[in-house]
């Protein structure tokens, strides 16, 4: 058999699985120029087929392996520390603006995120797992584990924003003709995290660096906000 | 990018992580470790106590590769595509409107701060 139970068991599988399913996603979408394609959706999809195609492997045989891949989303949301410092001009120059900016932003997207999941029926469990689905992966994980959410269904919710993002973002903006470089660059970064801003990356330096610090201050924002604004939410429209 | 300079970035950032985690646990604070993590490095780098070089190839390669150390957690969907499939209506629409109602709010909020700023700078 190609997948035998001495390898099934061992952390050599999950881990790779993980990393060559990533590069081997890498590498078609630069051999066949998918641009705006994240690696991690296809990369997603070949591991999933992987354990759906064989049912004695179970996601638990993979995480085992997983986890240190997994592990490192930790240390990575430090370093997003690095990409603020270096833009640390830009946010001193507009930093009341932008921070009022974000907790608009904030407060906006967890009314929103509640109002419609009240009205579309969600259950408990989905509507606290969509609370953080503008904040990026590794913070809104931690954000859904704290407040009673599911984590792994949270990261769907979060890339599946993100990817909407990527795509329509710019053409809702020039729709409503905003202009201002800051606007744009803080209302992507709030909105649809690394995966919207990727977006950003060719069209001017200033939107980059912006929605840089958008990703790293909503993060903050909404692990502060969410908490506090969700009993209020619930008496208000239970 | 030397490799001395990766294993000093690494252990670097694993004991910030390591300092945030103790201190949220000691508190018994449920804010994110690495959130806490990010703040106390921005810290630290802005007041070069560590400086850029020294953790500047680490930080490049965990942003760039970060993609991939999404990919455990969002494997993790299979677990729940029962519920994705139950609920989708209620997840997609919430995600949908959500996204364009902070998008448009945040960017009208901000054309209208920064408008009025530099209305005033001018005068």
């Known amino acids: ?238 | 990018m030397s490799p001395n300079l990766l294993l000093k970035g690494i252990a670097i950032i694993l004991a910030i992580q390591w300092v945030s985690v103790t201190t949220l646990n000691m508190l018994g604070s449920k804010f994110p470790a690495p959130l806490l993590g990010m703040i106390v490095f921005s810290i630290l780098l802005y007041t070069k106590v560590i400086s850029k070089e020294s953790v500047n190839s680490i930080c490049l390669v965990l942003i760039e590769k970060m993609g991939m150390l999404f990919l455990p957690a969002s494997v993790g969907i299979i677990l729940y595509l029962q519920i994705i499939k139950d609920e989708s209506i209620a997840i997609f629409a919430t995600i949908i409107i959500s996204s364009l109602v902070v998008l448009l709010t945040t960017a009208a909020f901000l054309e209208f701060a920064l408008g009025r700023r530099n209305k005033k700078g001018g005068e």
């Open chain 1, 1 to 238: 058999m190609f997948f035998p139970d001495i390898l099934i068991n061992s952390p050599l599988f999950g881990i790779a699985l993980t990393i060559v399913a990533y590069s081997f996603s890498e590498f078609l979408i630069s051999r066949f120029e998918i641009n705006g394609l994240p690696p991690l959706i296809p990369s997603t999809l070949m591991c999933m087929a992987v354990l759906l195609l064989h049912p004695n492997i179970t996601y638990d045989q993979y995480f085992n392996g997983a986890v240190f891949i997994h592990f490192l989303l930790g240390p990575a949301t430090i370093a997003l520390a690095l990409p603020l410092i270096e833009n640390i001009k830009t946010l001193k120059e507009n930093l009341s603006i932008i921070v009022s900016g974000i907790i608009v932003a904030t407060l906006a997207g967890v009314t929103s995120i509640y109002v419609c999941s009240k009205i579309f029926g969600a259950s408990p469990d989905v509507l606290l797992s969509l609370i953080p689905k503008s904040v990026t992966t590794p913070i809104a994980m931690e954000i859904s584990a704290a407040i009673g959410g599911i984590p792994a269904l949270t990261v769907a919710c979060v890339i599946f924003t993100g990817m909407l993002g990527a795509s329509i973002n710019h053409k809702v903006l020039a729709l409503f003709g905003i202009k201002n470089d800051i606007a744009i660059g803080l209302a992507i970064g709030a909105s649809s995290h690394g995966l919207g801003t990727s977006a950003c990356a060719n069209k001017s330096p200033l939107q980059l660096a912006i929605a840089g610090v958008s990703i790293a201050l909503t993060g903050i924002s909404t692990s502060i906000i969410a908490p506090l604004l969700l009993p209020i939410l619930e008496k208000i429209m239970p």
